[in-house]
């Protein structure tokens, strides 16, 4: 989906940067990618290159816990059962959302596997987005994607189903309308 937004964005006419964990996708040509692999990379990239940005939409579904204790060598069998203690990783959007300038727009995707529109309302509060794309988990490594853009008020402004291709030229065409040219 990310690489699907980032074609429509450049086909608008707009610079794209894509902050991307280790995928196997690939970009549309003219966009900068800034690799990273764990979520703390992924919010410092994010940070920095959003200062220089009019907006963010994020499409990525970074890790959600990681382990407390990091071990630098293997762990041996030992026969015993072992137990593994997570920890909450940093929210991307949430960060992002939160130190936004007035002039500045966060759209979000929450892929949730029950009470969609529900749970996408709200993060879309508890994140501090002006928009937010609620879609299921029958979107993950599929062509196709089936979204609900939500409003700050909870309402559907619109529904959207196909290819990811037509999915993010239309999401586009909504931010577009709604954030971009709203705040010319």
């Known amino acids: ?3 699907a937004l980032a074609k429509a964005a450049l086909e608008l006419g707009h610079r794209v940067t894509v902050v991307s964990g280790p995928v196997t996708v690939e970009y549309p040509q003219g966009v900068s990618v800034v690799p990273v692999v764990t979520t703390d990379e ?8 959003f200062r220089d940005c009019d907006g963010v939409i994020g499409a990525a579904a970074p890790c ?30 949430a960060s992002l959302g939160q130190c936004k300038r007035p002039d500045q727009w966060v759209v979000g995707f929450a892929l949730e596997t029950e ?11 508890r994140k501090h987005c ?15 994607n ?39």
């Open 1 to 3: 989906m990310g690489a």
């Open 42 to 49: 992924m919010l410092e990239a994010a940070k920095s290159k």
């Open 64 to 93: 959600d816990y990681m382990p407390y204790t990091v071990r630098s060598q293997k762990i041996s069998k030992t026969g015993q059962p072992l137990m593994i203690e997570l920890i909450e990783t940093p929210d991307v959007v």
């Open 115 to 125: 009470d969609q529109r529900f749970r996408a309302i709200v993060k879309l509060e």
């Open 130 to 144: 002006d928009l937010m794309v609620s879609n299921g988990p029958s979107a993950i490594d599929a062509s196709t």
């Open 146 to 184: 089936d979204v609900e853009l939500l409003s700050p008020g909870g309402d559907v402004l619109a529904s959207i189903q196909g290819t990811k291709t037509h999915v993010a030229n239309q999401l586009l065409s909504e931010i577009d309308q709604r954030l971009i040219k709203a705040r010319l």
